[in-house]
């Protein structure tokens, strides 16, 4: 199964918009949206869920009063002063000590150094995720909780799910809007994919971005495309960025046009290559066309169906 995880480096560079319409075009693909903490496929896709999962991504530490000595050594030993002399007392002492959830970051320690066994792991819910159908095929999506961490680990599962949907329903692309940035989430976005596509935009700041994504993309060993979006509105930084992806010995498959009918598109809650046949929506059917034919020379993804989803 292949699987096409289109990339940024920065938001706001149109990547949604070009996923979107890829998806229109691929016809037969399960979409992922990596963007977990943000995730804005579906303002386009409206997705109708027919799976809903708890996503647990970690765990608090909680103190049972009752086996508290209050001997104040968890105290002195979390980093994130998350613990205070203020729980109820029990048989042997007046007050005992306390965690506060919302500082506690679940590092493990107090567990491990409490003589008295006093501490216990609560495995904590960070967020959902969601098996969908939409109109260009199924989807899988998440939600982070607000604060909440291990969006990487939330990423490598809505993958995961992504390609057991597909192996049961036979379909062999997934499809992924990747995470911006090139931190956790990004690296979670692209390890293990048969193919990258990069959505610039010709700026400094796009630039600047492509090339440390372009770095990152080239040690996990993912070949990339790039296709810079607006081109025309400043072609000798199009120019540069796209030198700099040969660089990197990524292929450069298109220039996508400013077009005001993208954002049309948008308002109208459609993909562009569904609303239009203007200059975006054909360069983004010629750039599909390219992309299929590197998609057949590349290898499987590697990420692996491990999330079960029931049948
Ligand atoms: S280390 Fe254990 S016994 Fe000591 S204060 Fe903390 S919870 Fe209580
Ligand atoms: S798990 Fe770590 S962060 Fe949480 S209370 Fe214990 S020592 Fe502090």
């Known amino acids: 199964m292949k699987e096409l995880v289109v990339i940024s480096g920065k938001g706001g560079t149109g990547k949604t918009s070009v996923v979107a319409a890829l998806a229109g075009l691929a016809k037969k693909c399960v979409l992922v949206d990596c963007d977990v903490d943000a995730a804005d496929l579906h303002l386009i896709l409206e997705p109708r869920i027919i799976r809903r999962e ?17 001997c104040g050594k968890c105290e002195e030993l979390c980093r994130f002063d998350a613990i205070w002399f203020d729980g109820p007392g029990n048989g042997r002492t007046a007050r005992t000590f306390r965690i506060e ?38 989807m899988v999506h998440a939600k982070l909780g607000i604060a909440a961490e291990n969006s990487g680990k939330l990423v490598t599962q809505v993958r995961q799910a992504a390609q057991e949907v597909a192996q049961r329903q036979g379909i062999n692309l997934v499809l992924c809007d990747g995470s911006p940035g090139i931190g956790c989430p990004v690296i979670a976005s692209l390890t293990g994919a048969s193919l990258a596509l990069f959505v610039v935009e010709p700026t400094v700041s796009g ?6 994504i372009a770095q990152l993309t080239m040690r996990l060993g993912v070949p990339g495309l790039l296709v810079v979006n607006k081109a025309d509105l400043n072609s000798q930084t199009t120019k540069d960025i796209e030198a700099a992806a040969a660089s990197h010995g990524i292929v450069v498959v298109g220039r996508i046009p400013y077009d005001r009918d993208v954002t049309r598109a948008q308002v109208a809650g459609k993909t562009v290559v569904e609303a239009s046949n203007g200059p975006a929506a054909q360069a983004i059917r010629k750039l599909w066309i390219e992309i299929k034919k590197h998609l057949a020379s590349v290898g499987d993804s590697t990420v692996g169906g491990l999330v079960r989803i029931g049948s």
């Open 207 to 212: 630039m600047h971005d492509f090339q440390r």
């Open 101 to 138: 959830t919302t500082a506690c970051e679940g590092c493990g320690v107090c567990v491990d150094y409490c003589d008295d066994d006093a501490i216990e792991f609560v495995p904590a819910v960070c967020g959902q995720w969601f098996v969908s159908q939409t109109r260009c095929g199924p």
């Open 54 to 70: 708890n996503f647990t991504g970690g765990g608090k530490a909680r103190i049972m009063p009752g086996h508290c000595t209050a």
